[in-house]
């Protein structure tokens, strides 16, 4: 059977680096094994999910390198989980419950008052259809549970009931489905909560491997149970770290933290986010990689730690500038172009200020002092002064090239007696108004001899 993988999020906010790193880890899966990704939006909180989340969720992948062989919306398959839910009743695996919200509580809090597991103890199941009657006849609905395999003859008495599988991340995991209460798969108003969808759609769909956070982990012990009581054989699980920040706090689609479009409108690279959600918190080192296909050869899901991975959003500008420090010009055009950075000066221009940018829109900067010089008037002492408007003097005649730069300054040395950075420091300033940037050798070419003569102080 070939692989199929799937990316699953509610489309309840925008996706964050740590969702991008659950959509990466399927999408290099599927690439290195030849397979397929499904994107799948798990959209059955009819009243947080929006379609505009689910557009910009593909939006992201898309930038990211991400195009799904298929497209789905679980809002659209009630139809699909309607049946599930018929067969799991006929089976007596799912049962109506009457308990309001504050009900549960108080049943909680008193097994916990008596040092118990603060798990459902099950009594829905000894109403009688009268005593069912009588409550809906006040006005309440059922939720439904799934009735889990925990128990001998008496659900009343479970029983130690492992479920084990062996992780293709984690290695050998095991839950005990005595510890859990019974999931609540139906709403009181018919909808569905994740557990039950997302297994129907992974037995229709043929997932061969469900590849996500490991705070799912509990989760698939009673997904391995769910999808046995639907007749259907679990696929391979894999649970990933999830990431959180430096100061361990984890991320959220709903505050909008490290979010992939801000990320993307704050000018970090695709490759850079991907290379950070990947190899961050594996045995790899971070390094900035140029394509999908590089990190894939990276990539390598028993690499993963177990712990949580911390990591400073600082890197990825660290990735960012490596990238943009060797990228070649043609992968750049359209880019600088749509920063009106064009012409025949375009490509010697990237060449040379390539190497001092964190972000490709820094090049508007440079460019504008290429083109106008200094942003604001040169403030020299007298003395850098005087040094500068003699060191202007000794220009050479055109034509300029790379080799222009040191000419000027060995003639000036020569000339003044200076040298070194009480040289070069005053030059610059009065050629691009900033203490640090690229290399003059190349800006000077660019700026020409006219160009610098216009900035003389």
Excluded at 100 to 108: A, F, G, Q, S, V
Excluded at 375 to 392: G, I, K, Y
Aim: with cysteine; charged share 25%.
């Amino acid at each position: 059977m070939s692989v199929t993988v799937r990316f699953a999020p509610s489309p309840t906010g925008k996706i964050h680096i740590g969702n991008a790193r659950t959509a990466l880890f399927n999408w290099l899966f599927a690439q290195k094994n030849n397979g397929r990704f499904i994107q799948r939006f798990d959209d059955t909180d009819l009243v947080r999910s929006k379609q505009e989340y689910a557009d910009s969720i593909l939006y992201d992948l898309h930038w990211l390198g991400i195009f799904p062989d298929a497209t789905d919306y679980q809002s659209r398959r009630f139809d699909r989980y309607n049946e599930a839910v018929e067969k799991l009743k006929a089976a007596g695996l799912l049962y109506p419950c009457y308990e309001t919200t504050e009900e549960l509580d108080l049943k909680r809090k008193i097994r916990l008052s008596r040092k118990l597991p603060p798990v459902y103890g099950r009594e829905a199941l000894k109403l009688t259809d009268e005593e069912k009657a009588h409550l809906e006849d006040e006005g309440r609905r059922p939720h439904w549970r799934f009735l889990l395999p925990n128990f001998a003859d008496d659900p009343a008495e479970t029983q130690r009931t492992d479920v084990t599988w062996n992780d293709v991340i984690r290695g050998e995991e095991t839950v005990d489905l005595a510890s859990l209460s019974d999931p609540v798969l139906v709403r009181e108003d018919g909808t569905y909560l994740y557990t039950l969808p997302s297994v129907v759609d992974d037995i229709e769909y043929g997932v061969t491997h469900v590849i996500r956070g490991d705070d799912h982990v509990t989760n698939t012990g009673v997904q391995i149970a769910l999808f046995r009581a639907l007749g259907a054989e679990p696929p391979a699980f894999g649970h990933h770290n999830l990431l959180t920040s430096t100061t361990g706090e984890g991320l959220s689609k709903r505050s909008g933290a490290l979010s992939i479009s801000g990320l993307r409108e704050d000018g970090i690279e695709a490759m850079a986010v991907a290379s950070l959600a990947v190899l961050v918190g594996t045995s790899e080192n971070i390094a900035a990689m140029e394509s999908l296909d590089e990190l894939a050869a990276h990539f390598d899901l028993a690499s993963t730690s177990k712990s949580a991975s911390k990591f400073d959003p600082a890197e990825l500008v660290t990735l960012n500038r490596t990238l943009l420090h060797k990228m070649p010009y043609d992968e750049a055009r359209e880019r600088l172009s749509a920063l009106t950075i064009s012409g025949e000066l375009a490509e010697p221009f990237w060449n040379a200020v390539r190497g001092n940018l964190d972000r490709l829109r820094d090049a508007s900067t440079w460019w504008s002092i290429i083109r106008r010089g200094p942003a604001e008037p040169v403030d020299l002492n007298p003395e850098d002064l005087a040094f500068v408007r003699e060191a202007f003097a000794l220009l050479p005649e055109e034509p300029w090239d790379g080799s222009t730069w040191k000419a000027w300054t060995d003639r000036v040395k020569k000339q003044t007696g200076r040298k070194g950075r009480a040289l070069f420091m005053p030059l610059r300033l009065a050629l691009t108004g900033l203490a640090s940037g690229p290399e003059l050798a190349d800006l000077l070419p660019l700026i020409g001899r006219e160009g610098t003569l216009a900035r003389q102080p």
